[in-house]
């Protein structure tokens, strides 16, 4: 139970970021007219993902799906910045 309460805590907070910051970096001007209500979807992004790992059956397998969605946000986010978007 413990580990899937840190794997949502700890590993939730840089997906729910990246999720953001995609989001963000997807709209015209960078999404700078969106960045206060971004800002305050951060936090229920962030409780439903912690929320989200109580699915998992064990907490290896909820660290190891948050994991890869983590590199996978953060490898696309890389990307969407190396192909020039604003």
């Known amino acids: 139970m413990i580990a899937r309460c840190l794997a949502g ?3 939730g907070f ?4 990246t999720l953001i ?3 963000l970096r997807l709209l015209p001007h960078g999404g700078a007219a ?6 305050i979807l951060f936090f229920p992004l962030w ?3 912690m929320a989200g790992t109580y699915m998992f059956r064990s907490g290896a397998r909820a660290w190891m799906v948050l994991g890869l ?3 996978a946000a953060f ?8 192909a020039g978007f604003p």
Not at 14 to 17: E, F, N, R, V
Not at 34 to 39: E, H, T
Not at 75 to 82: C, E, G, H, I, P
């Open 9 to 11: 805590a700890l590993l």
């Open 14 to 17: 840089p997906l729910a970021a």
């Open 21 to 23: 910051a995609l989001s």
């Open 34 to 39: 969106f960045l206060i209500p971004a800002m």
């Open 47 to 49: 409780i439903a993902l």
């Open 69 to 71: 969605a983590n590199a």
């Open 75 to 82: 490898l696309v986010l890389w990307a969407t910045r190396s």
